[in-house]
């Protein structure tokens, strides 16, 4: 099991390596302040990892918006193109847990090669959509390959969540290594969409998936290339980690019905942020605002990661409380555009720990040689739960108005927090 600082020691084994403590090179002492990510990236090995994982968020901020303009250029219906988008989230969300199960089960060294043929194998499909599919195409064909694009689209942030916790020997340094991952999936994720409509204006809608299929493939070369840690043998536990020996145990199951809760929240908000400014009579504001909450995100899960000193079960509830006030704040804030965009930088903000406290407690609750399924089941709950939250906020948005959305998203919020305090001994 993951031991604390409070244990007496800032350092503990790599899983699997028979060395003994190896500590951080540029502290020990891990201070919590900004300097913790000077230290966690001059560790060996953790440059590129992360690295991939920025080019694979880039990949999926794009496609979201690339494959549905390119599904309504190929098809002329919106329709069908909503559904090419929809089939892509389905694949993705079916692909992580079977990539992580697979990546589990072999070595390190040949687990590391799975994003990397997934992503040959995404660029190749993204080539065809975005190449070779002509214009009056029947409908059902960008679907499927929208879905096996999904499907293959590399797991590089999963696999990169696992590296870090073998890269990363000081226990007291992983809480900033994991909010840099996050830090940089949301950054990649925030450059997605300027660049796609970058490229429609240059070069159309077939060049912006043609690019994000190339940054999905580099995502994947990226990790497969990247230097390892020392690895367990596939199906064995590693020394010194978490008794669970299943990705589907209580504590996981806590985490995961907590993302898809929280999954359900994020796509109330989603659909509410631009229909506020729908009502108040400036649609192209809905973008901006988003963008707004999108950095609130980023920064904080970086400030967290600075100071945070360590993954506790009751850390959970508290920050879901805190991200349901929040959100009970851009609700009460919807009838001004400048308040409800402040509101919203503060929801970004409070909505950072809870992902960065359900990662990290990870490493509490299950065992290494399940982890990289497990972190793959947490973010396909997520994306299950937020394809629920935009399905069903349109029609609450239609029938009670969008500030309603904010409030709903609330309530989930608060019932994920009371969910994770009622099973806070499952969690460590």
Request: proline share 7%; hydrophobic share 55%; with cysteine.
């Amino acid at each position: 099991m993951l031991q604390h600082p409070s244990s007496g020691s800032t350092s503990d084994p790599v899983p699997g390596s028979t060395s003994g403590p190896v500590s951080d090179p540029a502290s020990d002492l891990a201070p919590r302040s900004f300097a913790r990510y000077r230290s966690v990236l001059r560790v060996p090995g953790v440059a590129g990892p992360l690295a991939s994982v920025l080019a694979g968020a880039a990949a999926i901020g794009m496609l979201d918006l690339a494959l549905l303009f390119l599904g309504r250029h190929l098809t002329g219906s919106l329709a069908v193109a909503g559904a090419v988008t929809g089939a892509f989230g389905v694949g993705n969300a079916l692909g992580l847990p079977a990539q992580g199960r697979l990546m589990d089960r072999l070595t390190p060294t040949r687990a590391k090669l799975v994003p990397g043929v997934a992503g040959a194998v995404c660029g190749l499909l993204l080539l065809l959509v975005g190449a070779a599919l002509p214009t009056g195409v029947p409908a059902w064909l960008p679907v499927v390959l929208a879905l096996l694009a999904g499907f293959s689209l590399p797991a590089t942030t999963a696999g990169t969540r696992v590296l870090l916790r073998e890269l990363v020997a000081d226990p007291a340094l992983r809480p900033a290594a994991y909010a840099l991952l996050g830090a940089l999936f949301q950054l990649g994720f925030l450059l997605g969409p300027a660049l796609v409509s970058g490229l429609w204006v240059v070069a159309g809608p077939r060049a912006a998936v043609l690019v994000s299929g190339l940054l999905a493939t580099g995502s994947g070369l990226l990790f497969a290339t990247a230097g390892s840690a020392h690895g367990h043998p596939p199906g064995e536990a590693a020394p010194n980690e978490a008794p669970a020996s299943r990705p589907g145990g209580r504590g996981v199951r806590t985490l995961a019905v907590g993302s898809l809760v929280g999954g359900l929240a994020a796509g109330l908000i989603g659909v509410g942020v631009p229909a506020v400014a729908l009502e108040a009579g400036a649609p192209a504001w809905g973008g901006v605002l988003l963008s707004v909450s999108a950095v609130g995100t980023l920064a904080g899960g970086v400030a967290f990661g600075a100071l945070w000193p360590a993954p506790r079960g009751r850390d959970l509830p508290t920050s879901l409380v805190a991200a349901a006030c929040a959100a009970l704040l851009a609700a009460a804030c919807a009838g001004s555009l400048p308040a409800f965009g402040v509101a919203l930088f503060v929801s970004g903000v409070c909505a950072a720990p809870v992902g960065l406290i359900g990662s990290a407690l990870l490493d509490v609750v299950v065992a290494r040689h399940v982890l990289t399924q497990a972190y793959a089941l947490l973010i396909c709950a997520q994306l299950l739960g937020a394809a629920a939250g935009y399905a069903a906020g349109g029609a609450l948005a239609g029938a009670a108005g969008p500030a309603v959305l904010f409030g709903y998203a609330a309530a989930a919020l608060a019932a994920a927090a009371g969910w994770a305090l009622a099973r806070r001994r499952t969690l460590g």
